[in-house]
């Protein structure tokens, strides 16, 4: 099953003296399970066209859907209870919130969409991502390679369908890196999820289903 | 307020220091009123003790008792439920075995005959019976140490006045008030203006049953009736002073609720990136908006409440001679009022959020 799916998405930035094509026409899906990698110069659209799946930004033409609802045409608000309910995000400066620990970062999601915070649910889940004695840290007191690590499983939590990272390992050393990428394969295979993931490292995508390239707007298959 | 309690938690001292402004802040604004009420009220504490309803003045005193002078029998000319004459006089008294400047206090006068309405309750002593004896205000025995019994020496007169008892709150435009007979008023009086045949008062003191002037009748072209409250808000001062620090508390409340505001919005500002990144993952600006509110309402409660607390303890602890007096109707409307405009504040802080791109924010 098709989890993103993505139908003639362009998006061009317009600041009133020049157009920036920074995303051309596009076709693109990623199936149930599927872990794909983005590769491509800076400044070739990958943020960009990242940022339009995750509803972030709206493509100019064309639509996106996700879970098989048309992401992209829904309201502002509806699309970020959607984003909130169905994506996962993974940055690079990791998404962590400095006065929560780890263990509150997750509980802000059940907070916020009023479910009963399991504490096992949690514990296994930090479990998985070797980070379970870290719980009542913070953000600060972590690694870079553990805070990717609660990146992801912050992530995981609400059991989105989407999980998209955005040079989840800019931050880290090659064995870190390798690390973080192998557990987010492992975990989209496990939890069945569609995963993309932007790197500028090749060497990554060696955990990764698919590979694309970007280049100057153009997506193609490697 | 998940959120809000896990921040203020994190960085505990920061919003310790957020709070030690508003509790500061906060007690000025309470004090201040404390401290404009209590000497308001020494404008008109014996005025407010008649209970009246309304005042007869000499018509050319202008609404000013120490102006006003007219003979006693003019009271026939009033017709109302209750009546009562009073002479008014100003004068500096002083311990009989005391002669140094700063033992002389201001005191005010007031000539009463004891059958009338406004005659004081006497909580220590008896009433004045006869010549040269009076009851004074309170405040002299807890300010000045007087006694029952103390002999006082008036300014301009050869004879002494005793004390032979004490009343509550009985102040008139800030200084105590002697009660004590017309005839030893008279002396009093004539000390300052000369001897005179009549029998000489300031003013007469009304009471009607509906409490309303128009029950109150009045049958002289020298005099002049006005109502009380008319009365004590031409008070010599006592409207400048009211205006004054009515204004006074009014900008300190404004100033207090913007430095909670500013705060709020500064706090929100440098967060303004991880709001971003919270939004990015979907969550609601009105999640976050009410976590800001949250925390706006939780700050000022703590840091107003402690500052009242801290009010009430400084009222209890000050010394008399401090006109501090607590209205707690007003402590509630300056609790309620800061609470509302810092949260005002805080609204203009949840206006940033909602701008808040989270595009930005993750680039
Ligand atoms: N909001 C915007 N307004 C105008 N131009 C933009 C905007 N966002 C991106 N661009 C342009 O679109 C192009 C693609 O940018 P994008 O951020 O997607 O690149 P990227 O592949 O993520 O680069 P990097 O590897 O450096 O992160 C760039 O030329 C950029 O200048
Ligand atoms: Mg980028």
Known sequence: MKLIELKNVTKVFDDGRKKIEALKETNFSVEEGEFVSIIGPSGSGKSTFLTIIGGLQTPTEGKVFINDDKFSELQEKKRAAKRFEEIGFILQASNLIPFLTVKDQLQLVNKINKTKFDKKDVESLL??????????????????????????????????????????????????????????????????????????????TEYCDTVYVMEDGVLSKK | MFLAWREINYSKTRFALIIGVVVLVSYLVFFLTGLA????????????????????????????????????????????TETASLGVTSSVVQLVEETDDDSKVNVTFFGISDEEFIFPDVIEGEAFNGDNEVIADISLKEEEGYELNDELSLAGMDSTITIVGFTEDSKFNVSPVLYTDHETYQHIRASGFGEREDEIISAIVVQSDNGDLSGIELDSDDLELYGIDEFITNLPGYNAQVLTFGLMIGFLVLIAAMIIGIFIYVLTLQKSSILGVMKAQGISSKYIGKSVIGQTLLLTLF?????????????????????YMNNFLFLISITILLIVVALLGAFFSVRTVVKIDPLEAIS
């Open chain 2, 37 to 80: 009420y209590g000497l308001a009220q020494e404008n008109r504490t014996s005025v407010d003790k008649w209970d009246a309803t309304g005042i007869v003045l000499a018509d050319e005193s202008n609404l000013n008792i120490n102006m006003s002078m007219f003979p006693k029998d003019l009271m026939d000319d009033v017709e109302a």
């Open chain 1, 127 to 204: 479990e998985e991502l070797s980070i379970n004695d870290l719980m009542d840290k913070y953000p600060s007191d972590l690694s870079g390679g553990e805070r990717q690590r609660a990146a992801i499983a912050r992530a995981l939590y609400h059991d989105p369908s989407v999980i998209l990272a955005d040079e989840p390992t800019a931050s880290l050393d090659t064995d870190r890196a390798f690390e973080v990428v192998e557990i987010l394969g492992r975990e989209t295979k496990k939890k069945n999820k569609a995963t993309i993931m932007v790197t500028h490292d090749e060497r990554l």
């Open chain 2, 303 to 323: 840091g107003v409440l402690t500052g009242l607390t801290l009010t009430l303890i400084t009222g209890i602890l000050l010394p008399n001679a401090v006109p």
